[in-house]
T-cell receptor, first 110, second 114 residues
Framework: KNEVEQSPQNLTAQEGEFITINCSYS?????LHWLQQHPGGGIVSLFM???GKKKHGRLIATINIQEKHSSLHITASHPRDSAVYIC????????????FGPGTRLSVLP | DSGVTQTPKHLITATGQRVTLRCSPR?????VYWYQQSLDQGLQFLIQ???????AKGNILERFSAQQFPDLHSELNLSSLELGDSALYFC?????????????FGNGTRLTVT
């Protein structure tokens, strides 16, 4: 069993749809990051969470520490949101490295 | 623009060769991380440096080594290259070494070993 799992693996949506990507992890963590990787390969850090909820524009990220689960929501999706979304977690221990989820490939059609 | 600079952008080399990848962190960031992303493995953490000292080690092969210099730039050295080393290599930086610092990624170096 992978330490970090994401669902769905692939997602195709129509422009304007509300999108949810899920991340589940099996270890105790200190922080969870959501990353966006564009088709060209570049990676952008979207959110860093240790509790609760964060919002940035049309993106919302939530985390439930007790249930070891996080969600990334995209409201009013747009073709430019097409990318791979990666969940990454970091454990409690100082210096413990990041463990990455396999990514969710999102395609938003116009 | 994340402020993290990686060079070169692309690198094509032959098996058995040695290459050096370079990373300049965002101004003010003391931590540098190296990651490998291959098609079949996804993103894998290789190594972290903080202010010149190694802080954490992940799935880094013995043929690979890294260092962070006094000016905080970092280099990842890959030697005795194999076909399976072909991948995207990312550098990221953060201001602190702890778990609650946001990461800033470079655009990556695409290494092709032929």
């Amino acid at each position: 069993k992978n330490e970090v799992e994401q669902s769905p693996q692939n997602l195709t949506a129509q422009e304007g749809e509300f999108i949810t990507i899920n991340c589940s992890y099996s270890v105790g963590i200190s922080a969870l990051h959501w990353l966006q990787q564009h088709p060209g390969g570049g990676i952008v850090s979207l959110f860093m969470l240790s509790s609760g909820k964060k919002k940035h524009g049309r993106l919302i990220a939530t985390i439930n520490i007790q249930e070891k689960h996080s969600s990334l929501h995209i409201t009013a999706s747009h073709p430019r949101d097409s990318a791979v979304y990666i969940c990454a977690v970091r454990g409690h221990n100082y210096g413990q490295n990041f463990v990455f989820g396999p990514g969710t490939r999102l395609s938003v059609l116009p | 623009d994340s402020g993290v600079t990686q060079t070169p952008k692309h690198l094509i080399t032959a098996t058995g060769q040695r290459v050096t990848l370079r990373c300049s962190p965002r101004s003010g960031d003391l931590s540098v991380y190296w990651y490998q992303q291959s098609l079949d493995q996804g993103l894998q953490f290789l190594i972290q440096y903080y202010n010149g000292e190694e802080r954490a080690k992940g799935n880094i092969l013995e043929r690979f080594s890294a260092q962070q210099f006094p000016d905080l730039h970092s280099e990842l050295n890959l030697s005795s290259l194999e076909l399976g080393d072909s991948a995207l290599y990312f550098c990221a930086s953060s201001v602190a070494q702890g778990v609650d610092s946001p990461l800033h990624f470079g655009n990556g170096t695409r290494l092709t070993v032929t």
